[in-house]
C-alpha cells in the first residue's frame, strides 16, 4: 500500500509494488512524480528524509538535506540586513533529495531490488513531458504568488502559461524536467551531483547570482543517521533527529502520555497537546540546530525527567501565553508498505511554496529556499556559517506497536507537521479511530504554517462551538478556519497489521489517495 498527497504519484508507486518492487522503489517512483506534478509542493531542487524499517530490524534513517553554500557568509549578503526570500540569494543551500534518493536504493539492492531507473522515474518522465491537469492547489498558489516570483529567473518560462498563473484543469508540461530524468536514468543519480547535470546546475547558479556553485554540489553526499526514538504505553515511536524538529514531535506525544487524557476530541483532548506543542516547541527552538552547533544531545531531550519537568508546567485548564514566530513552509509526506512488512516513511521538500522560485533552465529544476531560515547576526542562534546545515520543519514518523502493527504517518505543513502527527497518532492508536476516520476529523494548528502568517491556535470549523468557546475562554487565542482547510496540511498513514492486513488514509484536504497492491 502508498499513500501520497497527489493521486498520480500514489498510482505510480502502486504500480511498482504490483511489479514486485519494494517499499524503497516504490517510493522513488512516487516522489518522482510527485516532484513532477506537484511543483509549488516539492522539487527535486530540494531536501528529504527518510525512515526505513524491516521486519525484526532496528529501523535506519537517511538525511538528506544539504548546507550551506561554501561561499554563503555575511560577506556575500552585504547590504541586506537578511537573506532574501525569493530569487537567486535565496538558492543558498545544495538539494538534497536526489542524494537521498540514491542512499536508499542502496537499501533496496539488499533487500533484492532489480528495477531500473528508467522504470522507477516512468510515470514522473511521462507526466513531465505528455503534461498533467493543473490541480486548485497549483493554480490558486501561483496566482497568489505572482508578483513575487514572476519575476525570479525562469519561473515564467517554466511554471507559467504565457506569463498568467496557469488555470485549474490545464494541461501543464515541463519537458525540459523530463530530459532531467531521462539523463538521470541512463547515468545514474549521481550525475545530479558531479555529473553533467551537477556541472550546468552548479554554473547556472552561480551565474544567476547564487553562493551555490559546482564545487557545492560536488562534494555533497547524504548521511545514514541514528532515529531518536521515544517508548510509549502503546509501543516505540521513531522520527528524525536535528537539523529536524522530529524531536518535537516525539516530545508531544511522550508529554500528552503523561496528562492521561480519558478521551478524544473534548476540550481536555484538544488542549492537553496543544499546551504539550507549547512546551516542546519552547525547547526545539533554545536547543535544535545543525547537531554540529548543538550543545546538547537530542535524546536528552526526550528522557523521562524532562518531559516529566516539561509536563508539570502544562496547565490544565489554562492556555500558556503564546505567541511563538513560528516559519512557514510546504512539503509533501509519503508512505509505503510493502508485501514483505518493510515500511517507508518519506518526506521532500523546497521549503516555501515554489521554494526560491529559481528555475535552472538546461534542466527544469525547481530550488529549494531552506537556507532563508539562517540569520545574518553572527550572535543568531541559526546563524548562517558555510557549510552549516539549516534547521528543518521536516520529519517523517513511524511506529511499532505493541499489538504488532506497523505504522508510517506524516504530513506537510511547517509547524504544522509535529501538531498534525499527534492528532493521527492519538486519534487512531490511543483511542482506536479507524486511520482514514483519524486523518479526516477536524484538526487545529497553533502558529505560522504553509498559508498563514499568524500565531493563533485555528481550528477548523467542524468543531463543536462549544469545545471552541471553551478554549477561548481557557486563554486560547482562536481563530477559525474553513471546514477542511488546507493550512492544516496534506496528512497521509498507514498501519499494518499483525496478521497482514493494511489500513491507510488519504488526506481529503489533498489530491491524493491510497492505493494498495
Not at 54 to 67: L, M, N, S, T
Not at 202 to 228: F, H, I, K, N, W
Not at 400 to 415: A, F, H
Request: aromatic share 8%; proline share 6%.
Amino acid at each position: 500500500m502508498v499513500v501520497a498527497p497527489h493521486y498520480l504519484a500514489s498510482q505510480a508507486g502502486r504500480d511498482i509494488l504490483h511489479e514486485g518492487g519494494n517499499a524503497i522503489e516504490a517510493m522513488i517512483a512516487a516522489a518522482s512524480t510527485i516532484a513532477t506534478v506537484y511543483p509549488h509542493m516539492n522539487s527535486i531542487g530540494g531536501d528529504g528524509f527518510w525512515l526505513i524499517a524491516e521486519p525484526g530490524k532496528a529501523p535506519v534513517a537517511i538525511e538528506a538535506c544539504g548546507p550551506a553554500a561554501q561561499l554563503a557568509d555575511a560577506d556575500f549578503y552585504a547590504g541586506h540586513e537578511r537573506i532574501p526570500t525569493r530569487g537567486p540569494l535565496a538558492a543558498l543551500t545544495t538539494a538534497g533529495t536526489v542524494g537521498g534518493w540514491e542512499m536508499a536504493l542502496m537499501q533496496s539492492l539488499r533487500w533484492g531490488g532489480t528495477l531500473p531507473l528508467s522504470r522507477l522515474f516512468e510515470a514522473a518522465i511521462a507526466h513531465a513531458r505528455q503534461g498533467v491537469s493543473v490541480t486548485r492547489g497549483q493554480a490558486a498558489l501561483t496566482t497568489a504568488k505572482l508578483d513575487e516570483l514572476a519575476a525570479v529567473p525562469g519561473f515564467a518560462d517554466h511554471l507559467l502559461d504565457n506569463g498568467r498563473a496557469p488555470s485549474q484543469g490545464n494541461t501543464f508540461r515541463q519537458p525540459t524536467l523530463a530530459s532531467t530524468f531521462e539523463r538521470l536514468a541512463r547515468a545514474g543519480l549521481g550525475d545530479f551531483y558531479r555529473g553533467e547535470l551537477g556541472t550546468a546546475m552548479g554554473e547556472e547558479l552561480a551565474r544567476l547570482g547564487s553562493p551555490l556553485c559546482r564545487a557545492d554540489l560536488a562534494s555533497y553526499a547524504p548521511q545514514a543517521v541514528t532515529p531518536l526514538s521515544l517508548t510509549l504505553k502503546q509501543g516505540q515511536v521513531w522520527n528524525l533527529p536535528p537539523p529536524t524538529q522530529g524531536v518535537s514531535s516525539l516530545m508531544i506525544l511522550g508529554l500528552f502520555e503523561r496528562l492521561e487524557i480519558a478521551e478524544a476530541e473534548g476540550f481536555d483532548y484538544v488542549h492537553a497537546l496543544v499546551e504539550s506543542t507549547k512546551q516542546a516547541f519552547l525547547l526545539r527552538d533554545r536547543h535544535v540546530s545543525d547537531p554540529c552547533w548543538m550543545s546538547v544531545d537530542a535524546r536528552t531531550l526526550l528522557a523521562d525527567d524532562t518531559l516529566d519537568r516539561m509536563a508539570a508546567r502544562i496547565d490544565p485548564a489554562r492556555a500558556l501565553a503564546w505567541p511563538h514566530e513560528g516559519e512557514p513552509g510546504d512539503t509533501i509526506w509519503m508512505g509505503c508498505i510493502d508485501g514483505e512488512g518493510r515500511a517507508v516513511s518519506f518526506i521532500q521538500s523546497t521549503y516555501w511554496e515554489f521554494g526560491s522560485g529559481v528555475v535552472l533552465p538546461s534542466t527544469g529544476v525547481l530550488w529549494q529556499n531552506r537556507g532563508i531560515g539562517f540569520s545574518l547576526d553572527p550572535r543568531a542562534r541559526q546563524a548562517l556559517a558555510p557549510g552549516r546545515k539549516p534547521f528543518h520543519t521536516l520529519n517523517p514518523a513511524l511506529a511499532r506497536l505493541n499489538d504488532g502493527r506497523t505504522m508510517v504517518y506524516g504530513t506537510m505543513g511547517g509547524e504544522g507537521q509535529p501538531q498534525t502527527q499527534s492528532a493521527v497518532f492519538t486519534r487512531h492508536v490511543l483511542y482506536g479511530q479507524p486511520l482514514q476516520q483519524a486523518i479526516d476529523a477536524p484538526r487545529w494548528l497553533l502558529g505560522r504554517t504553509w498559508g498563514e502568517g499568524t500565531t493563533s491556535l485555528k481550528l477548523e470549523s467542524r468543531f463543536d462551538p462549544t469545545l471552541i468557546t471553551a478554549l477561548r475562554q481557557a486563554g486560547h487565542q482562536v481563530d477559525v478556519l474553513g471546514a477542511y482547510s488546507d493550512t492544516m496540511g496534506h496528512a497521509g498513514g498507514i498501519s499494518r497489521h499483525a496478521d497482514g492486513t493494511l489500513e491507510g488514509g488519504a488526506d481529503p484536504r489533498s489530491d491524493g489517495s491510497v492505493e494498495s497492491d
